[in-house]
């Protein structure tokens, strides 16, 4: 491990986060659950989305681009459904209050299906079928984003990596959960890799002539003047099934944005509202109830016998062990409780920042 690498608690991290959100005019009940779900993500091994994500929202909230303090209407409700407005608040607030609402109508009535228009960029999805999760149920997540991902044969981004988030308890000690982008990689991996001046991948990016591209911070950069497109799962044009994972980003641009009467596509680049610059997206959120099918414990055993199956099947030989979705963040969730959290020179330079301009002294960290 490189030797600019420190580990911090995760506690310690999360109180950082929470004051920190605090410090900018945040609520503290908001701030708690967006320092949750960040440190969720770091504790699972996401480091794309957790600490690495803080100084984004952080400027976002500085610049006026999200508001600090947010505002949800309900727009319309039934009893298994409901339309949100989060007034361009924190995605994350929004979405916990959406998925929650879902759990809610799922306890009741078997379903409960949320959408929410007017949002902002939520965190890991997986956090939110984790909700559902530990109410023994299904939780499904999706959210679309800023254009990254281009049409199978096309060379403009026009899709967000737009994850399809699926979970569901097992009577195992992790549940299932894949939380995935539809893109090959995400952005928070290309930001990652620019941290530390890591190549890319061959075939996971494509420049506005269709080439390939491996430069994490020219992709950045080329990003930002969309001549640099991020591959649908499958990869280039129709030989390996790009199709596929074109046709699975645009499911969840419908479900974040045609329910919603919500952005898509390239408005989500960002729409100038009052003068002010805002960054909206639409997110979908389903909770299925067990209990209103088979019943809850007997769907965790079989849930479990499908993961025991699979880890179980014949491997390749001189592959150690097969994993089933969720296991990896579990065991790096174990292993975070005793090393911490890893934080590069870059991550450490943004808490500094953040520390330094909102006077959190009070927070101790080993590069202070």
């Known amino acids: 491990m490189s030797e600019d ?3 911090v608690d995760a506690n310690t991290l999360e109180n950082f986060m929470r004051d920190v959100f605090i410090g900018l005019g945040v609520p503290e009940e908001d701030a708690t659950i967006i320092a949750d779900v960040l440190i969720t993500s770091d504790k699972r091994g996401i480091d794309s989305h957790g600490i690495q994500r803080c100084k984004m929202y952080y400027d976002r909230i500085k610049e006026g681009i999200y508001e600090a303090i947010t505002k949800i209407d309900i727009i319309k409700e039934g009893p298994t459904t409901a339309l949100l407005d989060g007034n361009c608040g924190i995605g994350h607030v929004i979405a916990h209050k959406a998925m929650k609402m879902a759990i809610e109508k799922a306890k009741k009535y ?3 299906a949320v959408a929410v228009k007017n949002s902002t960029h939520f965190g890991i999805a997986g956090y939110y079928s984790l909700m559902a999760i530990e109410e023994g149920m299904i939780g499904i997540t999706v959210t679309n984003a800023r254009p990254s991902i281009p049409p199978t044969f096309g060379c403009e981004p026009m899709l967000g990596t737009n994850p399809l988030t699926v979970g569901a308890p097992t009577d195992e000690k992790f549940p299932f959960l894949i939380d995935c982008a539809t893109s090959i990689i995400q952005r928070g991996k290309v930001e990652i890799n620019a941290r530390i001046n890591k190549p ?7 420049d506005d002539k269709g080439e390939i591209m491996t430069d994490p911070n020219k992709i950045l950069d080329e990003m930002l003047e ?3 497109s991020l591959l649908p799962l ?3 044009g129709e030989e390996t099934a790009g199709y596929k994972g074109y046709g699975y980003a645009t499911v969840v641009e419908l479900l974040s944005a045609a329910l919603q009467d919500g952005i898509y596509l390239r408005d989500t680049l960002g729409i100038v509202e009052d003068n002010q610059k805002r960054l909206k997206v639409g997110h979908f959120f389903l909770a299925i109830n ?3 099918f088979i019943g809850g414990d007997s769907f965790k055993k079989t849930a479990g016998n499908i993961m025991r199956d699979l880890r179980g099947s014949r491997k390749i030989p001189g592959v150690g062990r097969i994993y089933t979705a969720g296991e990896k963040e579990y065991i ?5 409780k005793k090393s911490g959290i890893p934080l590069n020179k870059s991550l450490q330079n943004d808490i500094k920042i953040m520390q330094n301009e909102l006077g959190l002294k009070k ?3 080993p590069f202070s």
């Open 226 to 228: 969309r001549k640099a």
């Open 200 to 206: 890319l991948p061959e075939n996971t990016v494509i």
């Open 110 to 112: 078997g379903l409960g």
């Open 332 to 336: 790096a969730e174990n292993e975070r």
């Open 363 to 365: 927070h101790k960290f």
């Open 5 to 7: 690498i420190v580990y």
């Open 234 to 236: 499958g990869g280039k």
């Open 290 to 292: 067990a209990e209103s």
